[in-house]
């Protein structure tokens, strides 16, 4: 029987290297799954991980997709250190999206200096807003979390759909399910593509979250919240109100991402605006360790494999789900590597039925892996 | 001549870093009541563990009478008549006596008749058990019997103790060590382990004494004062704490009519608890664990309220319905029980364990930004001035041994220069030369006006430095005495009294 014993100090060059083991095993077990698709390895790989940056656009391309995954994915690691499993993200994307939406159309056709930042305000409290709730259930009735907030996320989408066919469809759109086209779009980055200055926000915010994170009282409470509620009593911290700061800041980052992507690349309000970037970005936070920089890294690397991921399928005719496919081998590689950076396994000659009370304390089996602590 | 019966030859058990077994040679006689004494750290829970089965030695070997003994795992150790009764207990406190008992001996024998072996074994060792009680009901001593009578019904040869009497109060020691030498008397022998020196004067017929993972030497504790002992434990003289007689300040720690149900299956309820503490006084309370201990921590802190503000007060502020941070902000600092995970955060440095209470009377933190020079400083402090023995302030709190990691808390808190200092088990698990550090630092605290408030099962402890001695009991504290009025057995009973003195144990609480 093989048995996981906990490690006293698990190492931090290991902490910091899985993610780089797991990208590495990722794409070996890419190689094989070619393979045995019968398409050519190493020119897939390519075209999946190369080819997208040898072109400006291509690396546009990459500051779109990226854009919403980093931001979203450091309010999620904000909130992850702290224990927070807000797993509504892509939920509190579409109401974001909605709310700073349906001020550009409440305005339409006015525009002016004043129209975005207002626009962002209100996808920053739409998107908080709606983490209000899963937030409020946990404070109040200690609900769980991760399931209010990943089941809020099926009534967000469907809140969006049924006001873009409804009370926000574009009224000279033929019927069609989406809004008027926004008079007022997010100022271009690159010339000639669509990369915006989202993805400058999305810088500001890795700072900003690394300076709570790292030197901030207030990010060193989340992190004793997380690591240690009970230490975090003891040291006098909120537990309520560390919750509801999570929950917010965690829930506007994504309200932004949405209201970026619909006053960007999309430039209209539309049912299928919430694509799963609020999903992608939970392996993205893991993936970059919980750690802002590494959150900038793992984004891009994540933006790369779906911007490749369509480039195979147009080029090699690869099915669709190469992109889910390879963003889950990611997790799967960090979480088992994880495992075995915190617990060192043993091979475990077969017990008797006869359990032993003592020796169980000696060796406990893990079950679930320590939370990362970078 | 009969060979003994376990004999340990150069067994020597090497950690990344550390030697924990340097050939540790030493031999257990038939009948004999063998102690083995060594500081934190000195490799004394390896060697058991090793004994035990738990570990393997990397060199050296061990026979059992005579015949060769490397045990694989402890149900092999157990097999060949070795048992253990650890010091924290494997029982689920939902599940009754027998069926605890029944889950940690082999199947076979859990089949039939256990109940009536249980009943047998119980009597026969004056170790009164009823096998239908839930565990969760019982006193910790009644507790420690269930692990005893586990042990027993396997019939061994040799139980090795690992500090048994920590939980216990002085009436339940005395009946544990007669269980003890009767159990000698009929053929067992018995490994004890403990740091407390008296008791291994009055109970073990040889000493060995390990120091840095090395068997440094071997006596008959009943020849040797406590105080030798003490000093071959830890290769230095010891010149014990002086309580000096300090003038009392003004009331600094105010508790009156506290009263608190607990939010715990089996948690005790706190009831009409008052207690006033002066500067430069070190007040101590006594009990046996689970009487109310945890609970009052607790409240003391501030991590469950009070029901009234003026149920506690510092330094005349009423603080019951404030949370931990104004109390701290007054001037309060204290260490919970649970060092690991409660007073201390596992994975995060030193150094951040420094802010987690340090951060505003250290002011750790300016406009919200943590300073990290100065609490590193402040960590590099607490590391010197109490020996924390670690690899350094950047190192995560989990690599630290349990007593180092006792140092460190105690250390944090008693540099803030606090108003009011109250500390769970001050010296737990650390050895003589900390404990007297710690000693000492208490003392002076108290001398430049710090209100003291200690909580600890070691009666020894409580008396060498507090002036005062409360008794907490099923929730309930005993109006204090000054400590020169007192003795061992008075505190014993009122153990038993449920908040008062006199009274003996089953009578109608007193409440004073």
Known sequence: MLRLEPRREPSRIMFYATPFLAIGLTLLAGIVLFEALDKPPLAAMRLIFIEPLTSLRGVAELLVKGTPLVLIAIGLAISFRGGIWNIGAEGQFAIGALAGGAVALAFYPATGWWLLPLMSLAGIAGGAAWAAIPALLRTRFNANEILVSLMLVYVAVLLLSSLVHGALRDPDGLNFPESRLFQTSLPILIEGTRAHVGFLVGLAAVLLSWVLLERHVLGFKIKVLGQAPRAARYGGFSEQGLIWFCFLVSGGCAGLAGLFEAAGPVGQLVPALPSGYGFTAIVVAFLGRLNPVGILLAGLLLALTYIGGETAQIAMSLPSATTAVFQGMFLFFLLAADVLVNYRPRWIAKRSPAADPCARSEAPVATMQRLPTP | ?512
């Open chain 2, 1 to 512: 001549m009969t060979p003994a019966l376990l004999e340990l030859h150069g067994i020597t058990k090497r950690f990344p870093g550390v030697l924990a077994n340097d050939a540790v040679t030493l031999s257990i006689d038939h009948k004999e009541i063998h102690a083995l004494l060594g500081e934190n750290g000195a490799g004394k829970s390896t060697l058991v563990k090793i004994i035990y089965g738990v570990m393997r030695p990397d060199d050296g070997f061990m026979r059992l009478n005579g015949e060769a003994y490397a045990p694989h795992k402890p149900a092999e150790a157990r097999g060949k008549g070795i048992g253990m009764v650890f010091q924290q207990f494997s029982l689920f406190e939902g599940l009754t006596v027998a069926e605890n008992i029944a889950l940690g001996i082999s199947a076979k024998m859990a089949r039939s008749g256990l109940r009536e072996r249980i009943a047998a074994v119980s009597t026969a060792y004056g170790l009164r058990l009823d096998p239908d009680r839930r565990v969760g009901k019982l006193s910790v001593g009644e507790r420690q019997r269930v692990e005893i009578v586990r042990c027993l019904l396997q019939e061994p040869k040799l139980i090795i103790m690992d500090e048994p009497t920590s939980v216990l109060t002085p009436q339940e020691i005395e009946v544990l060590f007669q269980t003890l030498r009767r159990l000698v008397s009929e053929g067992c022998s018995i490994l004890y382990i403990s740091h407390k020196l008296e008791e291994i004067r009055a109970l073990c017929d040889r000493a060995t004494i390990l120091r840095g993972g090395k068997a440094v030497g071997e006596c008959d504790p009943k020849q040797q004062s406590a105080h030798r002992l003490a000093e071959m434990m830890i290769g230095t003289t010891l010149v014990p704490p002086q309580r000096a007689a300090f003038g009392l300040g003004p009331v600094r720690l105010k508790v009156a009519d506290l009263t608190l149900a607990s939010d715990e299956q089996f948690g005790v309820d706190l009831e009409h608890v008052g207690l006033e503490v002066r500067g430069g006084e070190i007040f101590g309370i006594a009990g046996v664990a689970g009487n109310g201990q945890a609970e009052l921590m607790e409240a003391l802190i501030g991590e469950r309220l009070a029901n009234a503000p003026g149920a506690i007060e510092i330094d005349g502020v009423p603080v019951g319905v404030r949370g931990p941070a104004v109390r701290r902000a007054l001037g309060l600092t204290c260490v919970p029980e649970e060092r690991v995970g409660h007073g201390s955060v596992p994975d995060m440095t030193l150094w951040e364990n420094a802010v987690l209470t340090a951060k505003t009377r250290m002011k750790l933190a300016t406009w919200g930004f943590i300073g990290v020079p100065r609490a590193k400083r402040f960590a590099g402090k607490v590391v010197q001035e109490l020996g924390v023995r670690t690899r350094g302030i950047e190192h995560a709190v989990r690599s630290l041994s349990g007593g180092n990691l006792q140092k460190f808390v105690m250390g944090r808190e008693m540099l803030q220069a606090p108003a009011v200092l109250i500390a769970a088990q001050p010296t737990w698990g650390v050895d003589a030369g900390a404990a007297a550090t710690i000693h000492k630092f208490l003392l002076s605290l108290a001398q430049s006006g710090t209100a003291i408030l200690i909580v600890s099962q070691d009666l020894d402890e409580l008396f060498a430095i507090s002036s005062r001695i409360a008794v907490i009991a099923g929730g309930r504290l005993s109006p204090a005495r000054p400590v020169d009025r007192l003795t061992t057995q008075q505190i014993g009973l009122a153990m038993g009294a449920h908040g008062g003195w006199e009274a003996p144990p089953g009578a109608e609480p007193t409440h004073a």
